[in-house]
């Protein structure tokens, strides 16, 4: 099994630009979700999914955009890169959410 | 709110001694609670959890004790060793729903 494997690992945009960060997991979690990591500051949830075709915001949801047509996918939008969305993006899954996540190894985005 | 914070941002252990790291919550309404490690350039890692209706809960070198009267949180290593150094992160939950995590204790090992 791979886990969750995210793509791509490092990305550059320009400001205004879109994008799509990719998540897949191979373990048929049902919990999904997406976390932004910037220094001092922790993860904070951006969306997260309970199951395929359900999604729902987080802590920190604007200028991002999610879908779960399947359960191995949960890809992360941003619609126009902004520099204050420069961060490192973590994917994480979960088969009972009680039981924690298991998480990607990270995409590094830097807006310029 | 919903919010996680830690006491400290830094906590510098001698190798060999126990290592307390602490954790409070705000949401009295969270069900479990998860200790994650985070090393450099990686994903974090689940350590322990403990439910709301626990006090206490043991693991491999690692302690969760839960204070739910002070709405705290502490996670406790044992005979901590120099692969211990990451940041850890406390982070609580509510069934089905989603994970809020805190802002994280970075462990540094002194030899």
């Known amino acids: 099994n791979a886990g969750v494997t995210q793509t791509p690992k490092f990305q550059v945009l320009k400001t205004g630009q879109s994008m799509t960060l990719q998540c897949a997991q191979d373990?048929?979690?049902?919990?999904m979700s997406w976390y932004r990591q910037d220094p001092g500051m922790g993860l904070r949830l951006i969306h997260y999914s309970v199951g395929a075709g359900i999604t729902d915001q987080g802590e920190v949801p604007n200028g991002y955009n999610v879908s779960r047509s399947t359960t191995e996918d949960f890809p992360l939008r941003l619609l126009s890169a902004a520099p204050s969305q420069t961060s490192v993006y973590f994917c994480a899954s979960s088969r009972v959410l009680s039981y924690g996540y298991t998480f990607g190894s990270g995409t590094r985005l830097t807006v310029v | 709110g919903e919010s996680v914070g830690l006491h400290l941002p830094t906590l510098s252990v001698q190798e060999g001694d126990n290592s307390i790291i602490n954790c409070a919550y705000s949401?009295?309404?969270?069900?479990?609670f998860i200790w994650y490690k985070q090393e450099s350039g990686k994903g974090p890692q689940f350590i322990i959890d403990i439910r709301s209706n626990m006090d206490k809960r043991q693991g491999q070198r690692v302690t969760v004790l839960l204070n739910k009267t002070v709405k705290h949180l502490s996670l406790q290593i044992a005979a901590t060793q120099p692969g211990d150094s990451a940041v850890y992160f406390c982070a609580e939950g509510i069934l089905d729903d989603k994970i809020i995590f805190g802002k994280g204790t970075r462990l540094h090992i002194l030899p």
């Open positions: 373990m048929n979690h049902e919990y």
């Open positions: 949401n009295s309404a969270s069900d479990y």
